[in-house]
C-alpha cells in the first residue's frame, strides 16, 4: 500500500498543488512591490532639496524625521498613494519651525533652544490653520458614502490619520529633535582639527602663515 503524504491528509490536496494570488489581489500585490521603491525615492528628493536650501545636512533629517507618523491609516494603495501626498503635507510643519529657528540664530544671535522655543510659539497657530484645512479638506473622502466611496475612503482615512497623528507628535518631538542634531553638530564641529594656526596655512588674498 502506498504511503499517504501527510499533506494530502491534512490539506487534502496533493503535495505539488500550490496556492497563490490572482486577479485583484495580484495586481495589488504586485503594485505594493514598488511602493517602498517610490516612497525611497521621494524621502530622497526631499532630503537633497532641503539640504540645499537650509545648506545643511543635519536639518534636512530632523524635517524628514517628522513623517514616519504620516503612515497611520494607509491600509491598502489608495492609503499608500496618501502616504506620497502626506510626504509633502506633513513636512510643512518642522520646515516652519526650522526655518523660524535657524533665521534667529544667524540673524539675532539666539542660542538653539531660545530660537527653537520662539519658533513653536510664533509658528504654532500657521501651523494649525495650514494642518486643519488639509485634515478638513479630507474628512469628506473618510466619512463619505455612496458610489465609489469604498476607493475614495481609504485615501481619505490615511490623509486624516496621518495629519492627526502627525499634528499630535511633531510639534513635541520636533523641537526635541532639533536640538538634539544640534548638539551633535556642534559636537562633531568641535571635533574636526582647526588647520587654521598650522604652519604653511594659506591665508585667502594673503601669503602662507610661517611655523614661527
Not at 533629517?61 to 506620497?84: E, F, H, K
Not at 501651523?127 to 484645512?133: A, D, E, L, P, S
Not at 510639534?171 to 594656526?197: A, E, G, N
Request: hydrophobic share 50%; with cysteine.
Amino acid at each position: 500500500m502506498a504511503a499517504i503524504n501527510r499533506a494530502e491528509v491534512e490539506m487534502g490536496l496533493p503535495a505539488n498543488i500550490t496556492g497563490s494570488f490572482a486577479g485583484t489581489a495580484r495586481a495589488y500585490q504586485e503594485a505594493l512591490q514598488n511602493q517602498p521603491i517610490l516612497i525611497a525615492t521621494a524621502l530622497i528628493a526631499v532630503y537633497i532639496v532641503l539640504g540645499m536650501l537650509y545648506e545643511s545636512l543635519i536639518h534636512p533629517l530632523t524635517i524628514i524625521s517628522t513623517l514616519p507618523s504620516a503612515g497611520v491609516g494607509a491600509l491598502d494603495l489608495m492609503g499608500m498613494i496618501g502616504i506620497i501626498l502626506l510626504i509633502g503635507i506633513v513636512k510643512k510643519n518642522a520646515i516652519m519651525m526650522i526655518d523660524f529657528a535657524l533665521a534667529a540664530e544667524r540673524n539675532e544671535g539666539m542660542n538653539s533652544r531660545d530660537a527653537i522655543y520662539q519658533a513653536c510659539l510664533l509658528r504654532f497657530r500657521p501651523i494649525m490653520m495650514t494642518t486643519m484645512c488639509a485634515l478638513l479638506g479630507g474628512m469628506p473622502m473618510a466619512l463619505g458614502w455612496g458610489a465609489g466611496a469604498e476607493l475614495r475612503k481609504p485615501l481619505g482615512i490615511s490623509i486624516v490619520g496621518g495629519l492627526l497623528v502627525s499634528q499630535m507628535l511633531t510639534l513635541f518631538t520636533t523641537p526635541v529633535i532639533y536640538l538634539y542634531f544640534d548638539r551633535l553638530r556642534k559636537r562633531f564641529t568641535r571635533r574636526q582639527p582647526s588647520y587654521r594656526h598650522r604652519p604653511g596655512f594659506l591665508i585667502p588674498g594673503g601669503a602662507a602663515e610661517s611655523g614661527d
